[in-house]
């Protein structure tokens, strides 16, 4: 394991998230 | 009700896939481009298309660090999730909660539903049962479908191209229930970054494409994502994770460059991330050939006597019919049953196990040929049929008795008496003598009684008429008897008597005094 240099996960993409607006809601359909 | 009316209430697209069974598993393409953004300016973006020729047998969504990965939200590397089944190529697959790991999306992973997210609409991708390739929006119902159900499921953000058309307005209005809220979702679809995507071409094979990138410095943005994958004659494709997410691992080695830098920064470093989307090789069907071969780039290759294509049936399984069991080494057949396919019967003479064994009947018996058996001819028994009858008995197993008259012997075989000697017969002179002078003497008798008239009445009836008289006659003198000693009783009991005055008897005076004299009163 110490020769994995694990990511700092700073590239973070994502469609839907807080820190940018109000939180939302994915639609679901049954 | 935010899809396009022309689509009516069709979500997805389905498009069968390719089978090339001839070709290799993959083509795996590196690509720099120049990209050239609204604004004009360029950028050169480096990548791969990856060509998939047979994905239902050589694709599979796995877990992160194999199964059971999302239930305990693990994460992990693409290149050691990749080596627990051998991927060829892999790269990240769908999207994940950052902070806990969590799976997020529908996931089903070669056939086994790891997540179901309810019907969220969101992209999906899928493959189900029969080969089918599936783009679009689904509904919990698709997802839980059992006629034809899926058997590797993944979800994405955002429908890139449908029917070979970008559809990535539509997507966004089917996404977001609120346009106003669209905003940080139209900043995650125009943001250049790395990226991931899968869709699928004309022929149906499946094409995976990543291209590397870091958030608003390198990269693609969607709409560039989504014509680039149009320039390249793909159908349709849903967009999957990117960002430092973004990972290509091709044969187990890391094959993209990183967003994320390692700590301490000065390297770029894999994320360890969530699902992954992985080409292996054909998978045979059934994967493990039954137990009974090897698999073989999806073909399986079955150990003697076991029958292609999955190794689950004996070669000679319809072959043995009712008088065999097919085995690895052909038909064994059943006692009395002989040749390839177990349809003959035991030549004459033997019987058993392979017909090896060698039949005892004798003076013409017939051998069963699967327990040995004998049946004997009439006039013969025993275990081999090498008795005769014994006397008075014929037939077949000498269980009829003979009807002769006089201790005749009979035929052993047909029962017909014989009224001569029959030397074979081991009779002895005397005893036939004594039944030729018995049969002569009947026979004679039988003539005279024919000959002679019938009387009118039997001795018999005569018999019965004698009797009948002679009872009677007992019967008459018996009764004469009772009533003669009824009188002699009756005068005894009657001793009284009475005098009567007579006048004269035998010629006495008329005056004449009392007599004593008697009277008879009956």
């Given at each position: 394991c110490k020769d994995i240099r694990h990511s700092s996960d700073d590239d973070l993409l994502l469609p839907y998230t807080k820190s940018h607006g109000p939180s939302h809601s994915h639609r679901y359909v049954r | 009700d935010c899809q396009p009316v022309a689509h009516g209430t069709v979500t997805h697209e389905t498009q069968a896939a390719s089978k090339h069974s001839n070709s290799p598993v993959l083509e795996s393409n590196i690509f720099i481009s120049d990209i050239t953004d609204d604004s004009g300016t360029h950028r050169w973006v480096s990548g791969h298309i990856t060509e998939v020729h047979d994905p239902l047998r050589s694709v599979s969504v796995l877990e992160p660090g194999g199964p059971g990965g999302c239930a305990h939200n693990h994460r992990e590397l693409v290149e050691v999730t990749a080596k627990t089944r051998k991927c060829l190529v892999a790269q990240n697959g769908g999207y994940f909660d950052t902070h806990t790991g969590q799976c997020l999306g529908n996931i089903i992973s070669d056939g086994k539903l790891v997540r179901n997210s309810g019907g969220i609409q969101n992209a999906q991708f899928g493959i189900r049962k029969d080969g089918t390739l599936v783009f679009g929006y689904l509904s919990e119902d698709d997802i839980l479908d059992q006629e034809n159900p899926f058997v590797q499921l993944i979800s994405g953000v955002v429908w890139l191209l449908r029917k070979g058309e970008i559809y990535i307005n539509e997507s966004i209005q089917a996404e977001c229930d609120k346009t106003q809220e669209t905003g940080n979702f139209r900043h995650f679809v125009d943001v250049i970054s790395a990226r991931t995507a899968v869709g699928h071409d004309k022929e149906g094979k499946l094409i995976l494409f990543h291209v590397d990138g870091q958030t608003d410095v390198r990269g693609m943005n969607l709409w560039q994502v989504a014509k680039f994958l149009k320039d390249q004659n793909v159908m349709n494709a849903i967009n999957l994770d990117g960002g430092g997410s973004a990972t290509y691992v091709l044969n187990g080695s890391l094959a993209s460059y990183p967003s994320d830098h390692c700590n301490p920064s000065k390297w770029r470093c894999p994320r360890a991330i969530s699902t992954v989307l992985c080409i292996h090789e054909r998978l045979c069907q059934p994967e493990d050939c039954s137990g009974h071969g090897r698999c073989v780039e999806g073909q399986c290759v079955c150990q003697h006597g076991w029958s292609t294509p999955g190794c689950a049936n004996l070669t000679c399984q319809a072959e043995c019919g009712e008088h065999g069991i097919c085995t690895e080494n052909g038909c064994v057949c059943d006692a009395g049953w002989m040749g390839l396919y177990c349809s003959q019967v035991c030549t004459a003479g033997l019987y058993g196990d392979g017909c090896n064994q060698t039949c005892t009947c004798a003076n013409g018996g017939s051998c069963d040929p699967v327990h040995g058996r004998c049946t004997c001819p009439a006039g013969f028994h025993g275990d081999s049929c090498e008795q005769e009858c014994p006397i008075g008995f014929y037939g077949l197993n000498c269980k009829q008795l003979c009807q002769c008259q006089d201790m005749c012997p009979c035929d052993a075989a047909t029962g017909s008496c014989n009224?001569?000697?029959?030397g074979e017969r081991n009779i002895s002179l005397h005893r036939a003598g004594h039944c030729l002078a018995t049969q002569m003497w009947r026979e004679w008798r039988q003539e005279e009684e024919a000959q002679a008239p019938r009387p009118y009445l039997s001795e018999q009836s005569w018999l019965v008429v004698c009797s009948i008289l002679a009872t009677s006659l007992l019967a008459s003198l018996t009764g004469n008897l009772i009533q003669t000693c009824r009188k002699c009783k009756a005068r005894r009991q009657r001793a009284d008597y009475s005098y009567l005055p007579l006048g004269e008897i035998n010629g006495a005076t008329e005056r004449g005094e009392m007599k004593s004299g008697k009277v008879l009163f009956q």
């Open positions: - | 009224t001569t000697y029959q």
